[in-house]
Structures are given as C-alpha cells and as structure tokens.
C-alpha cells in the first residue's frame, strides 16, 4: 500500500452515487446519510453542477488569480447577497478559510490573541490545529501557535470574564460538528457576540459544516441573528468539488490588499462553477423551507423512535445536521447500520451523526429511522440484560 494510514478506512469501495444512494463494488446499496461529511448536500452528482462542471470544462479550466474571473465574481456575489459580509476570498477547504480568516484578524486588528472553544474543530494546518480545541489533533506536533486560547463551549460566563485586550478575534462554531454535534445555545452566541464588540475584536464564525444550508439557512448564524465579521465556508460549497471561501465584513478590504495573502488554485473557473450552480439551488427560500421542515419532522421522528431506549442519551442538532449521543461507544452501532444499509459518521466516541444530503426524501429519512430503530435495538439488547435494563 503506498498511502499513508492517516485514515482508518472502512472496508466498502463506494462506486458510484445518485442522490441519497450510493452504490459499493458488490452491488450493494446505502442510503448516504453522510454525503462526504456534509459535502454533498444536493446529493451525488447533481444534475445542475455537472452541467456547469461540463460547462465550463468545454471553455477553460484554470485561469490564475493573476486575471479577470468573472466566474468567481458571480459566486461571490451569491455568497455576499445571501449574508451580511461583503467580499470574498475563495481557497481550497475549510482550513485554508480560516487559515485566511485566522491572518486577516491579526492583520487588521494589530493584535495576537484568538480565543476558541474546547472540543472545537478548525482544521488542520498549524494555525488552524492551533484554534481547535482538541489535544488530540494536536499531539506529537510540538510547539503549537502560542497565541490561542480555549473556553468552555457554551459557557456564557466564562465569555463575559474576558478581558483580554490583545484580543484580535473569538472564533466560534454554531453547532460543534467534529466535537459531537453540540449546538450553542442563543445566550451563549450573543454573550460572544457582545464581548468582540467590548473587546474590538473580530467575531469569527465557522461555517465549514453547518453552512450551506445544512442547518435550513444558508449559515447557521442566521438562526440567531449574529453578526460576525468573518465567516468561513468549504465543505458543501461545491458540492463536491473542493473549493473554500472566506467571507468578511467590507472594513476588512484593505488589510486583504494586493499580495497580503493568495492562493494558486482557489477559485478558479471549474471551482466558483461548482459553487455558483450549487448557491443557486441552496440558496433558494423554498429550498431552505424544505431543509428545515424536513430536519424538525425528522429529529422529532427519532426522538419519538430512539429517545425510549435506554442506550440513548439524547438527540441534538438542528435542520439535517443531527447528533445520536449513545450512553456507550457508538462505532458497534455505526457498523450495525452499515451492514444494515444506512451511512452514518461518529462526531466524538458516543455520537452517531447525520448528515443527509437536503435533498433527501421524505421516505428516504422514514427508512432511515426505521434502520436506526432496528440497530439500536440490537446494539442495545446485545449490550444489556433485555429482562433487567442492567449491563451484561
Ligand atoms: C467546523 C470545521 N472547520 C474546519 C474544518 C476543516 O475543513 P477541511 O477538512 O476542508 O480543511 C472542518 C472539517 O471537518 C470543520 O468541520
């Protein structure tokens, strides 16, 4: 094998997708209630981004940020008019985004410190390892950025004590996704809003997996009436061709001036296509409708299903962002699903994920949940003592 083992791999070689199902080299089927970690949120192989792709794969595939590309002005302008940031700057992936965001805060506040969260994710690039608030993404690595800092997650209180003055930014999810699909409460997302305000320093939001209207807006943020000044994006943004975006407030421009930061591939032609034929869909009020009335119907489907059994602790998450927490290791139940038919992800050791593509039918989550009941039923029974509720 000539791969590094940075991944552990399941056993199944998915070849090939359409919509919510994917198909492995045996013929078998799942429903893909992953979608690449909430990338493919119109589901595989939309029929409207590969015509763009194709599109625009027939005139020209890569120009350098050197020239015009009206292509990436188009799909700013999508991401601009569906938020209250004003410019954009596109890259690769979702660290790359807050790699950007991580250098335009120092740079135009003049200050250092970046206030994150514990059992935060924001990547994997030194600055952005550095951000996220989890020792194991960290170790072996030595010396991390010295100027980052961790609260407690959803913890008003420890945001209002701050008083750093050195303070550039607070970087923040709205909903932990890596961490264990953790949702911040309203009280504690205005706490930081207002501390960035005492402190003038910049609100960083995350949207790298809960944004393109993954949670039923086109950014979480918009649930609770934030205001940041930065806000990052990859992941569903081009429905599986890799692009990012970094998106700021326009007192930011001239700190992003001629050279101060850039990227070979980012944005280009076939990227910004993908994007702009995703937005167009997403981006859309009935669409988004769809994706919240579908995520409440379905979380309210698992609740009356799942919250009975003893195994399970709650369900979180909000839209088609959804979180199983388990009261034992959740990898046996992830298995069981899989044999079943049923892709799901882990956030955390005792959280099952869903992350369905938004387009996902109506019958399509009623299977789901009927495939979680059964797996769960005999993740449990195998567990405990069926007559007494008491571990075996
Ligand atoms: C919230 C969040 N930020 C950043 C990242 C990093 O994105 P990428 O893997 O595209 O670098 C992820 C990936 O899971 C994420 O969930």
New binding site residues.
Partial sequence: MNLFPTYKRFPINIVSGKGTVVTDENGKDYLDFVSG?AVCNLGHCPENVKQAVEDQMEKIWHVSNLYQLPEQEEAASWLTRFTELDHVFFCN????A?EAAIKLARKYTGKEKIYSFKQS????TFA?MSATGQEKIQQGYGTLLPTFEYLPYNDPEAVNNLTDENTAAIMV?VIQ??GGVIPGSSEFLQAVQKKCEQLNCLLII?E??TGIGRTGYPFAYQHHHLDPDIVTS??GLGSGFPV?AMLGKSKLKASFSAGAHGTTFGGNPLATAAVTATLNTIFNDSFLKGVRDKGAAFKQTLETKLAPFDLVETIRGQGLMIGIVLKEAAMPLLQKLQELGLMTVLAGPNVIRLLPPLTVTESELNQASELLETAIKQYQDSLYSQTTGSKK
Avoid at 93 to 96: Q, V
């Fill in positions: 970690i992936s979702g660290a790359e807050n994710f924001h990547g994997r952005t999810e996704g890596e995350d790298v997996q990859a992941k990012g």
